[in-house]
C-alpha cells in the first residue's frame, strides 16, 4: 500500500505583494528584484534609484552596500558561478557545469 502526500506551494507573491518592484517566486518563499537602474536595500523588499553600476550577472540581484544576492543555482561574487547545492556539490566527484547539473570526473 502507498500513500501519496503532494503539497501545493503558496505563491507569496501573488497572495502578498511583499516586494515594492519584481517578486520572485520560490518554493516556501519568494525573492525581490528591482528594475534596470534599481538596487534592493537592506531590507530585501524595497528599490532605490542608483548611478553606480550593477556588477551582478542576470544570474543575480543588485543590493545596496553588499554583494550580489544569487538566483538559486548561483553562486560567486557576481552570481555568475553555477552553483550544485541540491547535488551535495557533486560529491567531489565532478564538475558544477550548471543550476545544479553535475559533470562527472573521469577516473583512469
Known sequence: MYI???????DECED?????????NT???FL???RK?????QNLRTC???PAKCNC?????CRSGSPCLCLPGWDGPMCNKPACRLRND????GECVAPNVCQCSRYG
Not at 550577472?57 to 540581484?61: E, L
Open 90 to 93: 557533486c560529491s567531489r566527484h
Open 48 to 50: 532605490k534609484a542608483t
Open 27 to 29: 518554493i516556501g518563499s
Open 57 to 61: 550577472s542576470s544570474n543575480g540581484i
Open 37 to 41: 537602474q534599481y538596487v534592493l536595500q
Open 4 to 10: 501519496y502526500i503532494f503539497l501545493a506551494d503558496k
Open 32 to 34: 525581490c528584484a528591482c
Open 16 to 24: 502578498q505583494h511583499p516586494c515594492q518592484h519584481i517578486c520572485i
